[in-house]
């Protein structure tokens, strides 16, 4: 039996769908491993960060504006979009020696969307294949035993959480959801 290893994957971006919009930045963090039992990875130890060049004009200014990132800088200084999946790819895949990589995020969808557009787009694959991709606020809500509507990292216990702050920089994000995954796949809730 091969090995789960999660990478924790937060985008940011200046619309609400890939192909017309962009991705600005992409940040990933090595959560941990999975056989048999969990085992939890320091997510500060194994990261990918990076800026990319916007693929088309088009841009929601609000979706802009959460990263903080300048588009006119992007456009100037932003890795090209198929060098930087290129690169994700190949570290990816140097990181899930042992097994197979599982994207997680939260919520999952919108950076599972932009994730796998990109990848098929610039790569002409995905390493995380077409469906290796767990959402983190679902599986607080199955374990939970509450409707993932009513789900929000605030009404998540305290000892869930992350010590970090969502920043909505991409790495410190994929860093803080690696924590908040890894302190979910240990929890037994009571009762």
């Not at 020696?97 to 939260?106: A, E, I, L, S, T």
């Not at 599972?112 to 469906?131: A, K, N, Q």
């Not at 605030?154 to 994929?174: C, F, I, K, Q, V």
């Amino acid at each position: 039996m091969h090995a789960d290893i999660y990478f924790s994957v937060d985008i940011e971006a200046d619309g609400p769908i890939p192909g017309p919009y962009s991705m600005s930045s992409i940040g990933v963090a090595v959560a941990g491993r999975f056989r048999r039992t969990f085992e939890a990875f320091d997510p500060g130890e194994r990261t990918f960060y990076r800026e990319l060049r916007p693929i088309s004009d088009d841009f929601v200014p609000e979706s802009a504006a959460v990263s903080g990132l300048d588009r006119d800088r992007l456009r100037r200084e932003g890795t090209d979009p198929a060098s930087a999946m290129t690169e994700l790819t190949t570290w990816i895949r140097d990181n899930a020696v042992d097994g197979r990589p599982v994207m997680v995020g939260y919520p999952a969808g919108y950076d599972w969307m932009f994730l796998y557009w990109y990848l098929i787009r610039f790569t002409g694959e995905s390493v995380f294949s077409h469906g290796r991709c767990l959402d983190i606020k679902t599986l607080y809500a199955t374990k939970a035993k509450v409707p993932v509507s009513s789900v929000s990292k605030g009404t998540m216990p305290r000892e869930l959480r992350s010590a970090h702050r969502h920043t909505h920089h991409a790495l410190d994000d994929a860093i803080e959801q690696a924590e908040l995954f890894a302190n979910l796949m240990r929890w037994e809730p009571r009762g």
